[in-house]
């Protein structure tokens, strides 16, 4: 996880120069992947994930994913519902998409370029906003397994902190930003 960039416009007569900025070293950044899912009055705790000890580089993989909504989506989803996940070629292998057909979930058809149709991305915004303001050491701490230790604990603290009338308010825009997909044929919008 890291912070999300501030950018900073100037006009031509005030650009920066060479040695207005200065290299601070912060240590190398510690990361880790996280899974969450919500609806309109529900949600899952947040998932920590960690790599298949089976795969060639031992990162996330489909079979990963399949144990994971095994586990979760059972006790998330209620006939009807449509579930969203992003394209990522993780969530689209055969063996996800076996399981997703096996347990009777509909899956939404998800367009190439719309991030913006996914409210869970306006949440990792805020969630890592929300950890940084929490944990605000967490930005120049070396990559250790303390470190990782207190970023799962400090995520999971953000997770819980955040409310549910913003859960439930992304859910709400979901027909908003299906129809502002429609009417942009695809391509980017203003969520």
């Given at each position: 996880?890291?912070?999300?960039?501030?950018?900073?416009?100037?006009?031509?007569?005030?650009q920066?120069?060479?040695?207005?900025?200065?290299?601070?070293?912060?240590?190398?950044?510690?990361?880790?992947?996280?899974?969450?899912?919500?609806?309109?009055?529900?949600?899952?705790?947040?998932?920590?994930?960690?790599?298949d000890?089976?795969?060639?580089?031992?990162?996330?993989?489909?079979?990963?994913?399949?144990?994971?909504?095994?586990?979760?989506?059972?006790?998330?989803?209620?006939?009807?519902?449509?579930?969203?996940?992003?394209?990522?070629?993780?969530?689209?292998?055969?063996i996800?998409?076996?399981?997703?057909?096996?347990?009777?979930?509909?899956?939404?058809?998800?367009?190439?370029?719309?991030?913006?149709?996914?409210?869970?991305?306006?949440?990792?915004?805020?969630?890592?906003?929300?950890?940084?303001?929490?944990?605000?050491?967490?930005?120049?701490?070396?990559?250790?397994?303390?470190?990782l230790?207190?970023?799962?604990?400090?995520?999971?603290?953000?997770?819980?902190?955040?409310?549910?009338?913003?859960?439930?308010?992304?859910?709400?825009?979901?027909?908003?930003?299906?129809?502002?997909?429609?009417?942009?044929?695809?391509?980017?919008?203003?969520?």
């Amino acid at each position: 996880m890291g912070i999300r960039p501030v950018w900073t416009f100037l006009r031509p007569s005030e650009q920066l120069v060479e040695g207005d900025v200065k290299e601070i070293r912060c240590g190398k950044s510690v990361k880790k992947m996280f899974w969450a899912a919500f609806g309109q009055n529900i949600r899952t705790g947040l998932v920590p994930l960690d790599g298949d000890p089976e795969s060639a580089r031992g990162g996330v993989t489909a079979r990963v994913i399949v144990e994971l909504y095994r586990a979760y989506l059972p006790t998330i989803l209620q006939p009807g519902d449509i579930f969203m996940q992003d394209g990522a070629s993780i969530h689209t292998a055969r063996i996800v998409k076996r399981l997703l057909q096996e347990m009777s979930i509909e899956v939404m058809d998800w367009p190439p370029h719309s991030p913006d149709l996914n409210p869970i991305e306006n949440l990792w915004a805020i969630l890592k906003d929300e950890i940084y303001k929490l944990y605000p050491e967490l930005e120049f701490m070396n990559d250790t397994e303390a470190t990782l230790e207190a970023l799962i604990a400090a995520a999971k603290e953000a997770w819980r902190s955040v409310e549910d009338r913003i859960l439930y308010n992304l859910s709400i825009t979901m027909p908003r930003r299906v129809q502002a997909v429609i009417n942009a044929n695809g391509w980017y919008t203003k969520y």
